[in-house]
């Protein structure tokens, strides 16, 4: 199943780097590991969840363009993905990063060129479901094929919806608690964006997500936003202590039990 999406955050030394144009297209021709229909299907994707995600924040921040939001999606093969995320993850000591890296689905790269290198799903993942979902997802759409291209589609709807949301925050230094509040911003984003009947639902996600809620609730949706986008928040900037005290010990344990370093 999908798990966590990490991303790792350099400091300001002069180890970090930023890809061009150029050079992330140069990654597309020899990482891509799809089919072009395959890629046609995974970027009709993208530029859904990219309207959805740039509506939810324009009060904040700019539209990336459909055009170079679909740039941005590198898809490929787990082997592939271990060698990117060893040669380009930076090695500072503000790292945030999960014990078990195995059920990965993307990664963020928000620094390195601001890009997303991803783990596509297929319809072979049918396999890996009960008897029971499977006759349940047959019964909801028609077919067998209809409910292995629905369950392929809203597994990758909710990958990109995770690391489309990481691309509209700024690449800037945080501390723990803006990290794990930009996370949980992603997940909340995986259900916000998502019609229920559409969406493959996981605990550990919609757990988070329902705590970034819960801050929406109590401090309110422009502000959580924008500290999360940004953070900062200009009209208040105190409010940011407030936030971050919501991330106790305890809470960092049940939300983000694999992680370390944090």
């Given at each position: 199943m999908i798990e966590e999406s990490p991303q790792e955050f350099t400091d300001q030394s002069d180890e970090k780097?930023?890809?061009?144009?150029?050079?992330?297209e140069s990654?597309?021709?020899?990482a891509q590991q799809i089919s072009p229909a395959e890629k046609t299907k995974l970027d009709e994707l993208i530029v859904t969840a990219n309207h959805k995600i740039a509506i939810e924040f324009s009060a904040i921040t700019s539209p990336i363009p459909d055009s170079e939001m679909t740039k941005k999606f590198v898809f490929i093969?787990?082997?592939?993905?271990?060698?990117?995320?060893?040669?380009?993850?930076?090695?500072s000591d503000t790292n945030r990063s999960y014990a078990n890296k195995e059920d990965v689905s993307g990664r963020a790269f928000l620094h390195d060129g601001q890009f997303v290198i991803e783990l596509p799903f297929s319809t072979e993942f049918w396999g890996n479901l009960t008897d029971e979902n499977k006759?349940?997802?047959?019964?909801?759409?028609?077919?067998?094929?209809?409910?292995?291209?629905m369950v392929q589609n809203a597994l990758n709807l909710n990958v990109i919806l995770h690391e489309?949301?990481?691309?509209?925050?700024?690449?800037?230094?945080t501390n723990t608690e803006l990290y794990l509040l930009r996370e949980t911003?992603?997940?909340w984003a995986e259900k916000q964006f998502t019609n229920e009947a559409e969406r493959v639902s996981r605990?550990?996600?919609?757990?988070?997500g329902s705590f970034y809620q819960n801050l929406i609730d109590k401090y309110g949706k422009p502000?959580?936003?924008?500290?999360?986008?940004?953070?900062?928040?200009?009209?208040?900037?105190w409010i940011t202590f407030d936030i971050d005290s919501e991330f106790t010990g305890e809470v960092v344990k049940d939300l983000f039990p694999n992680l370390k370093n944090a």
């Open positions: 780097f930023v890809l061009d144009k150029d050079q992330i990654i597309l021709l020899e093969d787990k082997d592939t993905m271990n060698e990117l995320e060893n040669a380009w993850a930076p090695h006759d349940t997802l047959i019964e909801d759409n028609g077919t067998e094929q209809n409910a292995k291209y489309g949301t990481h691309l509209y925050q700024l690449p800037i230094e911003q992603a997940n605990l550990d996600s919609d757990k988070k502000n959580v936003h924008e500290y999360a986008l940004t953070g900062n928040i200009q009209d208040d900037p």
